[in-house]
């Protein structure tokens, strides 16, 4: 794994994929263990959660719906703490199991969003699952009740995540190098 170059900035290795996929793995078959008798919808939080997505529907053995809805606070490398509802939910989880999937926390203002969309929906239950979560910088007083893998507090790409648009696609996961 050698350091990359995306616009204007350059990142070095922080999580190889092998690494990312036994925690995928690990997260996906905790859930299935305690939904085994019930048919759960994952809702992802686009775009960044799309390869995380994948991965965790292929380990996930069990029955499930899945649904996604979309929402962005970030610009650049900082988060903006201003988070906009770009799509809707898109399925009917009244009476549901609903499990949110993250890529990532960072500050939770993105979940806290989230949390006050769905306070008055009438689900059976509410659970948060997150790939990555930097502890550092979440200071709320809600809990995530999965979390993939602690990260320091620096910006990070790949797997998913980008920077301004790039960055994407790498299946290992990236921190800004700082000088
Ligand atoms: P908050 O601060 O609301 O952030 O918890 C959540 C959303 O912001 C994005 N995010 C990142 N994107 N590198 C990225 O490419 C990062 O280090 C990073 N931290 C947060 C991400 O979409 C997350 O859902
Ligand atoms: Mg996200």
């Known amino acids: 794994m050698s350091q990359i ?30 939904y085994k008798n019930e048919t759960p919808i994952f809702v992802g939080v686009l775009s960044g959660v799309f390869m995380f997505f994948s991965d965790f529907l292929k380990n996930y053995p069990g029955k499930c719906e899945v649904s996604f809805l979309k929402l962005s606070s970030y610009d650049g490398t900082q988060s903006t703490g ?17 499990i949110i999937l993250e890529d990532i926390v960072d500050t939770g203002n993105t979940l806290e969003k989230l949390y006050q969309l769905l306070k008055n929906k009438p689900v059976k239950s509410l659970k948060v699952a997150s790939l990555f979560l ?16 602690c990260i320091p507090n620096k910006f990070v ?23």
């Open 134 to 149: 930097k502890p550092d910088v979440f200071k709320k007083d809600f809990q995530i009740d999965y979390v993939g893998i």
């Open 82 to 98: 201003n988070v906009t509802t770009e799509l809707d939910i898109s399925t009917d989880i009244t009476n549901r199991h609903v």
């Open 157 to 179: 790409v790949g797997y998913g995540l980008d920077y301004n648009g790039l960055g994407r696609n790498y299946t290992n996961l990236y921190q800004l190098k700082e000088d």
């Open 5 to 34: 170059v995306i616009h204007d900035k350059t990142f070095i290795p922080l999580i190889k994929n092998e690494e990312i996929q036994k925690a995928v793995s690990k997260i996906a078959l905790t859930i299935n263990e305690q």
